[in-house]
């Protein structure tokens, strides 16, 4: 016999794991120079770095360290454009682990929500079946729950 009630993700978080998931992330927020953002003209402006473009500015940075020094003016800071390279590729690794999360926690989400609509589905079907039988009290919760189907102009389940 099958599970009537599929549940993969019976669970909530408890409030001790919140707000340390909540102040993990915070806490990365908090690292990120608050200057660190940009408009979205700023954004569909161009410039950014892609395959060719980083692999263009990792053997720059490769000649300057073998063979900058007395060659690149004073003004120009070798130093600066190490930090930049290595802080992108910090946050590469970063951006590659919050996607991970967000893409697991989304999908959790998913499982929860479609598990949550199903079995909301089946309460009103028995409030239906019960409405219909003369159930005292019935009546009055199916009423409740049928305006959703109603006022979406979507047909009520059949049978979940």
């Not at 990792?58 to 360290?65: K, M, Q, R, S, Y």
């Not at 290595?86 to 682990?97: G, K, M, V, W």
């Not at 019935?138 to 409740?144: C, F, G, H, T, V």
Request: charged share 20%.
């Amino acid at each position: 016999m099958s599970n009537l009630n599929p549940n993969r993700l019976n669970l909530t978080y408890p409030a001790a794991d919140m707000t340390l998931m909540k102040s993990n992330a915070n806490a990365t927020i908090a690292k990120i120079p608050v200057g660190a953002t940009l408009t979205e003209e700023e954004r569909a402006s161009g410039g950014d770095i892609n395959v060719d473009n980083k692999i263009f500015v990792d053997g720059t940075l490769n000649e300057l360290n073998s063979n900058g020094a007395a060659i690149m003016p004073a003004w120009f800071s070798t130093a600066n454009l190490a930090n930049d390279v290595a802080f992108y590729d910090q946050s590469e690794e970063l951006i590659s682990l919050y996607q991970s999360i967000i893409l697991r926690l989304k999908d959790a989400q998913r499982i929860a929500g479609r598990e949550a609509l199903i079995n909301a589905r089946k309460a009103y079907e028995q409030y239906k079946s019960a409405a219909d039988g003369g159930v005292p009290g019935a009546q009055a919760s199916y009423d409740k729950l049928k305006v959703r189907f109603e006022r979406a102009g979507v047909t009520a389940p059949q049978s979940v």
